[in-house]
C-alpha cells in the first residue's frame, strides 16, 4: 500500500486549504483512512479519519468544525478540506491507513499500518 499526500502550501488565517491522498491500492473497502499532523518538536496527533465503507468520519475537538474528511473511491482518493485555517494548524500533514477489528475510529499513529510522506501546511497570522 502506497499513499501520497499532497496539496500542503501556505494560507493565512481564516483561509482554506485542501489536501489530497492518492493511493496505490484498488480497494480500501475494509480501511480505516487518517489524517494527522504534526508540528516542530511536537509529537504526531490525530486530526480525522473516515471508514472508507460508510463513509463514517471522526475528528479531533481541534479540528471539528472546521475540516472535513472524504473520500472519492473512484478515485482511490481521500481528502482533507481544511477551512477557518488558524495559525497553530502549521504542521506537516500525513495521512495513513488501517485496518482495524471493532472499533474503526482509532486515534493513535501506532494504529495505523501505513504512511504517506508528509505535506507542509503553514498559516501566517
Known amino acids: 500500500v502506497q499513499l501520497q499526500a499532497s496539496g500542503g502550501g501556505l494560507a493565512q488565517a481564516g483561509g482554506s486549504l485542501r489536501l489530497t491522498c492518492a493511493t496505490s491500492?484498488?480497494?480500501?473497502?475494509?480501511?480505516?483512512m487518517g489524517w494527522f499532523r504534526q508540528s516542530p518538536g511536537k509529537e504526531r496527533e490525530f486530526a480525522a479519519s473516515?471508514?472508507?465503507?460508510?463513509?463514517?468520519?471522526y475528528y479531533a475537538d481541534s479540528v471539528k468544525g472546521r475540516f472535513i474528511i472524504s473520500r472519492d473511491s473512484a478515485k482511490n482518493t481521500v481528502y482533507l478540506q481544511m477551512n477557518s485555517l488558524k495559525p497553530e494548524d502549521t504542521a506537516v500533514y500525513f495521512c495513513?491507513?488501517?485496518?482495524?477489528?471493532?472499533?474503526?475510529?482509532?486515534?493513535?499513529?501506532?494504529?495505523?499500518?501505513?504512511w504517506g510522506q508528509g505535506t507542509l501546511v503553514t498559516v501566517s497570522s
Open positions: 473516515i471508514r472508507w465503507s460508510g463513509g463514517d468520519t
Open positions: 495513513a491507513a488501517g485496518v482495524f477489528v471493532g472499533d474503526w475510529y482509532k486515534t493513535g499513529p501506532q494504529d495505523y499500518a501505513y
Open positions: 491500492e484498488g480497494t480500501f473497502s475494509g480501511h480505516t
